[in-house]
């Protein structure tokens, strides 16, 4: 799960795959290291189910768009060096009708734009091409995402909160100076497919926390960012005014508390540390949390998990 703490833009899951379509069909570089053999099966086998709910339909789906993105991931080094040259030509020149005027998630000119700027940090990176399959997000201050395991993502700029369930692995296959496994991560990708309208989540208001009535009157707030898994849920809590306080009942799980911005005070049972931004705090299971600012500002994100009545009997 991502929670934007500055304005954020990313690359999350494969797009709706009559976009792709759209792009294969509009830029001429792209389609032209997929194959236009390839291009045309891919083509072929998703129209007029793009977004059919049929099993069959969807599993035939993911083979295509498994064999289509595989096959540019698997680009000779020099054929991407050549077309990601004409890419970002193209993108220059064109403008706001570059990549067919955009599509319905994105403008051309957001796209033109945004590949000479990525091609500015990774100078002909096979990631120029892999933004035309997936999703490009962009989210605000206290916005968030969630991707589930194995789905594809890239993080662009900003700074984010990141939460994550236990993991052994980290695959790199782009935008990256670091080792790229493009054979393990072609193998082990989802290729689940959607706007990334089903991506976003919107936070709600916590109810097992409590205002002081300096916190209440500036109009501080306590949300819960709560995915749909287990593993972690997060709250993210803005004190407006210094004396500001927020007090956490006790949950049947341990947390996380980091702080992002201002500075104040924690407090779990007698003992009360200082805590000012880029400062982490773990708070065992059953502990009553108290955070208190000292400052205008005083942000702090609570990552917790807490078990169940059935883990507990373990």
Partial sequence: ????????????????????????AHVPSLRKLVGDSVA????????????????????KNKNALR?????????????VATAAKELVAAAKDEGGNFAGDGGPSNGGKELADLVVRLNSQFEGD?????????????LEIGEAMFLKADDIHAYLSGDIIECMASSDNVVRAGFTPKFQDIPTLTEMLTYSYAPISEQKMSPSDYPYATLNSTAYSS?????LYDPPIEEFSVVMTGLKKQGA????????GPSIVL??????????????????????????ATAEVVLESASDEFTTFKAFCE????????
């Fill in 245 to 252: 306080k927020v007090t956490f009942e006790a949950i049947k």
């Fill in 259 to 284: 702080c992002t911005k201002g500075h104040g005070k924690i407090s779990v049972g007698p003992k009360t540390e200082e805590m000012k931004e880029g400062f982490v705090f773990f708070v065992g």
């Fill in 67 to 79: 064999t289509a993105f595989s096959t540019l991931m698997n680009s000779e080094k020099s054929d």
């Fill in 307 to 314: 078990l169940s009545s059935e883990h507990e009997k373990l």
């Fill in 40 to 59: 045309k099966d891919f083509e072929t086998a998703v129209k007029g189910h793009e977004t059919s709910d049929d099993a069959q339909d969807q599993e």
């Fill in 126 to 138: 096979i990631g120029l091409f892999v933004l035309f399959f997936l999703n490009y997000v962009k």
């Fill in 219 to 223: 109009g501080s707030s306590v949300v």
């Fill in 1 to 24: 799960m991502t929670i934007a703490i500055t304005p954020f833009d990313g690359l999350c899951g494969f797009r709706p795959l009559a976009e792709i379509s759209h792009y294969l």
